[in-house]
């Protein structure tokens, strides 16, 4: 059997696992090879999501070339407010408000579809000449000197390294017997897309409803995207609604500051829950992305916490292969494993707390929740540190999220 030769096998083709096989093409040049396996690379899959592209992460695609395919489409987030109230409440009062850049001209985070990213990251993928390979890794065994890598289309692939972002049930992971901390909240996100009659200004908004958050993000001509929290049960039933029905619905929760509305995208569901790998590294193997952690939506971090995986991985690969190190080896791992690691812990802790402390029907704690949003409100400098931590420029950030070439 012939085996192929290459320095890094990534199984994964979605934003993670695109966005680290740039950064390495791109640092360290096309004599370092890098091999993407996934079926979806012939074929992107259709998702009607929309993500908060922070900051820094707009930084990281710029400076990969990426960002001029994705910038005609990108709504800026100028400002956001919070609310807390039921849904029947006839008043939702705004408790908590956020504007601001992050430095003159940069909003905090911009709206961008994620159809548009993907699509813009496989093509400059494309255009870089990366090995795109349409199969899956069915398995892998490793050596002191490597890891060899079997491809669901038979070829067999010889390694220093193997990248896992192949997604929330990464197969990869449970290979290596890395185990996930974490649970379920019984909760479903409804996503899809509306138009309405106005335009939102850049502004989201984020009502705390019992039953979970209703998000209302900004896009392009007069759309905004929804991310609508419910009780699995209650989502099922209401994506599988009529139109008219589906309209009462959303209407009840949206509002009418916007003017008339029509859902214009898809309705999609997907459960919610919280789950963190024990390891992010293995022998020879490093997760990114889903494949190492799933966060609630509630602060719309998980595309971004992901791309914060791959600019530190890239950084500790290209930092490595440029002394001449073995960039599988376990320095290089444990090196990007404590770079990332508390960092997510971090982030999925805050955005459980932030669920289970709005997501219920309790008066006491409605009317303890509100009085600290009120004070928040009341304080710039701490308004100013929040900003910074929503656009992910707070703490150790990789060079590539300062918008800096590795």
Known sequence: MTVERTNVVIAGGGFAGLALALALRQSLGPRFGVVVADPAVARPAVDARASAIAAATRRMLETLGVWPAVA?????????????SRLDDAVRP????????????????????????????????????????????????????????????????????????????????????????????????????????RDHGGRATEHFLPAGPFAILPLTDNRSSLVWVEATEEAKRIVALPDADFHDELEKR??????????????????????????????????????????????????????????????????????????????VLERYQRWRRFDTMTMGLATDGLNRLFSNRSDVLRLVRDLGLGLVDRAPVLKRVFVREAAGLSGEVPKLLKGEAL
């Open 72 to 84: 005609a489409s990108a709504q800026d987030i100028l400002d956001m407010v919070i609310t807390d």
């Open 94 to 197: 705004v408790f908590l408000t956020f504007a601001g850049e992050v430095a003159p001209g940069e909003p905090f985070a911009q709206m961008v579809e994620n159809g548009v990213l993907l699509k813009a990251l496989l093509d400059r993928a494309k255009v870089d000449g990366l090995d795109l390979r349409a199969t899956t890794v069915t398995g892998y065994e490793t050596t002191a000197q490597g890891v060899t890598v079997t491809l669901g289309d038979g070829a067999v692939v010889q390694a220093s390294l193997l990248v896992a972002a192949d997604g929330v049930r990464s197969r990869l992971r449970d290979l290596a017997g890395i185990t996930v901390v974490g649970w379920e909240y019984g909760q479903s996100a409804i996503v899809t897309t509306v138009k309405h009659e």
């Open 254 to 331: 949206f509002g009418l500051h916007l003017g008339a509305l029509e859902a214009v995208g898809p309705r999609q569901h997907y459960p919610l829950g919280l789950g963190v790998a024990r390891a992010f590294v293995a022998d020879r193997l490093a997760l990114i992305g889903d494949a190492a952690h799933r966060v609630h939506p509630i602060a719309g971090q998980g595309l971004n916490l992901g791309l914060r995986d791959s600019a530190a991985l890239a950084e500790a690969v290209a930092d490595a292969a440029r002394l001449g190190l073995d960039i599988g080896g376990p320095d």
